[in-house]
């Protein structure tokens, strides 16, 4: 099997003085993903939680909602590298009978890297269409922003293999009291989140209601589809969203919060979900912008 760090020697360079070390560095290997022997996509991503990764994903087409709508997941035996040996990198997906496949139309992409996610069928009806949960999500708990603030620090603090290379995003899944009730790594944000839900899947935990998705880089619209099809109500990011991402959680009620970092957030969708302590006051722009 794949490993998840891999050492290599490098030059470093400090303050004008060369010398050389060995480098803890993150692994990258492909995952084939197959459905009843049919080959679905393909994701570059750190080796590793490969069957949730799978199942996680299966989740965000629609395809699955319920463990017992999962047969089986196995790695293909036929994967193989040098001397005949399993690369498990190849992993098939048996449905339990009567659960229809996903819809694999010719327009669709099948690879996707580490960085993007499966893109293809992007649109705000799909989502509408696929979710099945009750949509708009329901309101559900409040989160103190006091509270959701601290979330990226004990992410950090809880990234293990972060802390030794440097070179991966993780996802957390936090109770709204700011406890992480998982977390997972990877090269890509949109496989760390697909491992945090195909756990959930197979632990008969979804819809995850009165939850909060934090990832560790921007919020993609793939990633709001994730959150919403797996019936998150909050999702929360250090960086920036898309507008598609916005436009999408605006739709679907969910709670999108960018730029979470130290006590400053943006709160672009589902602010009644969060004890922002105060009355948020308008921008003088704003105001401006309005009286004109």
């Not at 649109?123 to 006091?146: F, K, M, N, Q, Y």
């Not at 921007?218 to 019936?231: D, H, I, M």
Request: aromatic share 4%.
């Amino acid at each position: 099997m794949g490993r998840v760090t891999e050492r290599r020697r490098v030059i470093r360079v400090r303050d004008g003085a060369i010398s050389t070390r060995s480098d803890t560095l993150v692994g990258e290997e492909p995952l084939e993903i197959r459905v009843n022997g049919r080959r679905l996509a393909v994701t570059m991503r750190t080796p590793g939680d490969d069957f949730a990764l799978a199942s996680g994903f299966l989740v965000s087409e629609g395809v699955l909602a319920e463990p017992d709508e999962l047969a089986r997941i196995a790695y293909c035996a036929g994967s193989t590298g040098p001397d005949d040996a399993n690369t498990y990198n190849v992993v098939d997906v048996r449905l339990a009978e009567g659960v229809p496949g996903p819809d694999v139309s010719l327009d669709r992409r099948v690879f996707t890297n580490s960085s993007c996610g499966l893109c293809g069928r992007v649109s705000l009806d799909t989502v509408r269409t696929t979710a099945r949960w009750e949509l708009p999500l329901p309101t559900g708990p409040r989160i103190d922003a006091a509270v959701l603030a601290e979330l990226p620090e004990r992410l950090r603090a809880a990234q293990r293999v972060f802390a030794r290379t440097g070179g991966l995003h993780a996802a957390a899944l936090c109770s709204t009291d700011g406890a992480l009730l998982d977390v997972r790594e990877d090269v890509g944000r949109h496989n760390a989140v697909d491992k945090i839900v195909g756990h959930a899947l197979t632990s008969g935990a979804l819809p995850l209601r009165d939850t909060v998705l934090l990832v560790s880089g921007r919020a993609s619209f793939e990633l709001v589809q994730k959150a919403v099809l797996a019936g998150i109500p909050t999702l929360a990011a250090v960086s920036a969203p898309s507008a598609l991402a916005v436009d999408l959680a605006t739709e679907a009620g969910l709670t999108l919060v960018g730029f979470l970092r130290g006590s400053s957030m943006n709160v672009y969708s589902g602010a009644e979900r969060l004890n922002l302590g105060r009355d948020a006051a308008s921008d003088p722009g704003d105001r401006a912008a309005e009286a004109g």
